[in-house]
């Protein structure tokens, strides 16, 4: 494509617990800049992986300087996907939103700095913007949307459960996934279309918004969840070929899963529900 | 201690190419008898298919060993053996077993005795040999349960064959969770009989990596990272293996176990 620069160039972005990363993990991001990019429309920059902070008390969640260790190594053989540690090592958990808001900015401060070194060509003017599906966002002061020029597009790079789970009450705030699908834009990996779409439908929110949903479809089924990995890690069941060598060889080092690290948070609410709930009951 | 039996996987099949699941199959079916017991899983071994086999879109079994050597570069059990590859013909899978057995045999230098019982279960089993101390290493066809299913298409397996497998040898079936490989064997007389040499592992990660998806992602310039190994995916990049045109290699071409076979049963009807 000769006139690849009326592409929306794009950033996915994966929040979660990485406990340990595997390959499914991995796969999401190949699948989604491979459908992002056959569109013609976008063209995927950079993935970043975003290990969950400590704070979240998940069960069995090990630590953070762990899971962020583990998906460093996982990544060294991509040229294009990072870790971000900026969501771990923040002392309180960290609402979805927030790890957003941080990346984007960061990266139109990346990419101002880059402007003024490298004096990019202007593109011509007069030149049509792309108006992101929507139209009229309620637009942040802080916000660094599509319509500024060449700023890459922060989405947010999901399986299907993260669409399934803003059903959860008091797991998300209703306001929180209405800035996400307006601002930025949901990339769901998705085994059959039908279950996504039956959760599109479902939410209101959702349905609004659906063309910043982008879903996309597995051509291989992937369900390499993290649990099961660390269930045959217990079990002294090889793993090998599920997540990266690297991987399982710092897992191996560190004694990482064991039966005592599953008992961890045994019992103990998960921080976006201790947090809405108080709020919740406050009113 | 308990004596445990030494024992042989090999897969067979075309490798076209190797894929992350194939080594899966290898990793489950070991912990699958580790867990059991009763044998000491010693050795892997890989043989890609022979050119002659005629199987669509089928590269050469040059770049499918390769391959394969790659992917198995960083495992300290499983191996890839040429043989079945460098023959002239295609060769049937039980020739196949029977090759590596005898290799078996030679390293475990356990000096063959005269006569036709040459076979790990029926010694195991032969009471003439329940005094003897040596513990005779067996050989094992691992594959997909899919091969069950396979045993039922029509001149595609040699009756005589499947049942030589499944007294001779054994079979280690890996099956795809919420499958139930079970009915193929119910559905088999021959199956049922043997069943005991039929051991069924279960996945408890579907793994659908199948290497003609592979070669689909790999056509339309799709990504298969953490699919396939990152070497084999570089091999593939630097000589140009699957295409559009590696795909119609053998097209309309009937694979040469079927070919063989109903020549056989025309023959036969002749």
Redesign the interface.
Known sequence: MENSDHRTEVVLLACGSFNPIT?MH??LF??A??CLNETGKYKVVKGIISPVGDAYKKKGLISASHRVTMARLATE??DWVEVGDWESSQKEWQETIKVLRYHQQKLSHSYATNNVDKVAPLSKPGRKRKREAGGHLPVRQNQPNSETKGTPQLKLLCGTDILESFAVPNLWKPEDILEIVTNYGMVCITRTGNEAQKFIYESDILWSHKENVHLVEE???N???AT?IRR?LRRR??V???VP?SVLTYIEKHKLYTAESEDQNTGVILAPLQRYAKEASKH | MKHLTPLTLLACGSFNPITNMHMRLFELARDHFHQAGKYQVTEGIISPVNDKYGKQGLASAKHRLEMARLALETSEWIRVDPWESEQEQWSETVKVLRHHYKELLKSHCIRRLPGKNNWPIEKAAGASLASSLTVFPELKLLCGADVLKTFQIPNLWNEEHIQEIVTKFGLVCVSRAGSDPSQYISESELLCRYQHNIHLVKEWIPNEISATNIRCALRKGQSVKYLIPDSVISYIKEYNIYMEESERKNEGNLLQPLKQNSAMINLLNE
């Open positions: 390959h991995l796969r190949e699948l800049r491979d053989s991509s051509w291989i089924s369900d390499i969840s099961k045959a069941q090889s090998r070929y599920l060598d």
